[in-house]
């Protein structure tokens, strides 16, 4: 059977291919082994956002007092939660497959093995190809001594699964997925403690974050140990977790977050590879540009790649973080949320907006606030197409928002 392109892994990078590829006339194969929207759609993104959002409303009824408003006997029905969290999954992979249908890209739902540059085996059947690109994306990382049991230590898959809440939980990694977990757990009443080895938490952001999440745990009675790893989980009655300062806890559950791994590292040559396979940067939007960029050939700048931590409030960055310049190289500026009429109206003052520049450059920005998420895209259009801090001042922000932190913030560079 002879085809223009073959996708392996129908994740992010895969269906977006596909897509782009059949909308510019190409006949087009996509193989995957599982269901379409890989891990974003299915494990990741989407349904983690979606329990997250419930424990967000739940913890806002808890403090609704505040506002001045009673709420009586709010509690959480778990099972609810995680039956809303499948069906808008399922809703997403039913649009996502009717895409894939109406485009005519033929689906084969089986593990498919590159043989060469041209050739894809699956179901004992050969497919022959111009082009074909791997897109089979990566999995929970296991470390020795902390593998998965998927029911009381239990990897990001397998905490998507949980009927009821645990009454407390250790987390091991405090990355984006330790981090979302860590709120949403604590959003919904559970103990949380989190384990990091590095010296800060979310050791991949800027220092300023890292030192306000910490600050934020606090507020919110999350646990946290860092610069310590644990050196073995054992599964008993309870989970006891070893710690390599030699204390030990102990918790219902162990959800350990520590970084994904792609089995298959063998590259094929002539085969382009996109998405999570690349070890690059682990993001369905870096993946759904690595896409665009193999099919249509529209490069994106990865000095750009903006990322976000969800919960409340969100945290977003993107480019060079403060600990990488060299003193007195830069500016910055730190504009406190709290100082904005909106964050007061909506009780959300937590947070900050940084901008570093380097010659009237935006070099990076770190922000922690509300709409942070939104915020990030406005600086990164501005950064990436060469626009100066001072030309930005020239820009008319509404009012009462998020955004006009950032006019505000460029006055106080320095
Ligand atoms: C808990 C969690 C939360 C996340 N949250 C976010 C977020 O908020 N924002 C964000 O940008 N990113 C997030 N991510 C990361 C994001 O999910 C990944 O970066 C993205 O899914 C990568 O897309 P991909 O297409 O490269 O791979 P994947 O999504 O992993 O898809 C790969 C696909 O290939 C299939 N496959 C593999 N091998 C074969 C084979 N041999 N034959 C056939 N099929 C095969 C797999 O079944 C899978 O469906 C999150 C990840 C996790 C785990």
Redesign the pocket.
């Known amino acids: 059977m002879n085809y223009n392109i073959g996708i392996?892994?129908?994740?992010?990078?895969?269906?977006t291919a596909a897509l782009h590829a059949a909308k510019r006339g190409f006949s087009v194969v996509l193989?995957?082994?599982?269901?379409?929207?890989?891990?974003?759609?299915?494990?990741?993104?989407i349904?983690?956002?979606a329990i997250l959002h419930s424990a967000e409303v739940f913890e806002e009824i808890r403090t609704a007092q505040e506002l001045g408003i009673e709420v009586d006997g709010a509690k959480v029905d778990f099972g609810k939660v995680i039956e809303r969290k499948n069906q808008i999954v399922a809703k997403l992979r039913k649009s996502l497959e009717l895409m894939i249908k109406n485009s005519k890209i033929v689906v084969v739902n089986?593990?498919?093995?590159i043989a060469d540059k041209n050739t894809v085996l699956?179901n004992g059947e050969e497919y022959h190809f111009d082009k074909i690109i791997c897109?089979?994306?990566?999995?929970?990382k296991i470390i020795r001594g902390m593998e998965f049991d998927h029911e009381k230590i239990l990897s990001?898959?397998d905490v998507?699964n949980l009927t009821e809440l645990p009454k407390n939980i250790v987390i091991v990694g405090s990355g984006?997925?330790g981090i979302?977990?860590a709120r949403i757990f604590s959003g919904f009443g559970v103990e949380v403690t989190v384990v990091e080895a590095a010296e800060n938490l979310l050791p991949m952001a800027d220092i300023d974050v890292a030192k306000r999440i910490e600050r934020l745990f606090k507020l919110k009675k999350i646990k946290f140990f860092k610069g310590i790893g644990v050196d073995r989980i054992e599964n008993a009655e309870s989970c006891i977790v070893y710690l390599s300062n030699g204390e030990v806890l102990e918790a219902e559950k162990v959800l350990v977050?520590v970084g994904?791994e792609v089995k298959n590292k063998d590259c094929i040559e002539g085969v382009n590879y996109?998405?999570?396979?690349c070890c690059e940067i682990?993001?369905?939007?870096?993946?759904i540009k690595q896409a665009v960029e193999v099919i249509d050939e529209i490069p994106f700048d990865k000095n750009f790649v903006p990322s976000?931590v969800?919960g409340n409030p969100e945290i977003a960055w993107f480019g060079k973080r403060e600990q990488d310049l060299e003193q007195g190289s830069y500016k910055k500026s730190n504009l406190l949320i709290s100082a904005l009429g909106k964050s007061q109206c909506d009780n959300a003052v937590d947070g900050f907006i940084k901008i570093l520049t380097q010659d009237n450059q935006i070099v990076g920005v770190h922000i922690i606030s509300k709409e942070a998420s939104s915020l990030i895209q406005e600086l990164i259009i501005v950064a990436q197409n060469g626009i100066s801090a001072d030309k930005l001042k020239e820009i008319c922000f509404a009012h009462p928002t998020y955004s006009e932190g950032i006019f505000e913030a460029l006055f106080n560079l320095n």
């Open positions: 392996v892994g129908a994740g992010p990078a895969g269906y193989f995957e082994k599982d269901a379409v929207g890989g891990v974003c759609l299915n494990r990741g993104c349904p983690t956002k089986a593990k498919a093995e699956a897109a089979t994306g990566s999995e929970p990001s898959d998507l984006a997925i979302e977990w977050a994904r996109i998405g999570d396979v682990q993001l369905a939007h870096y993946a976000v969800y």
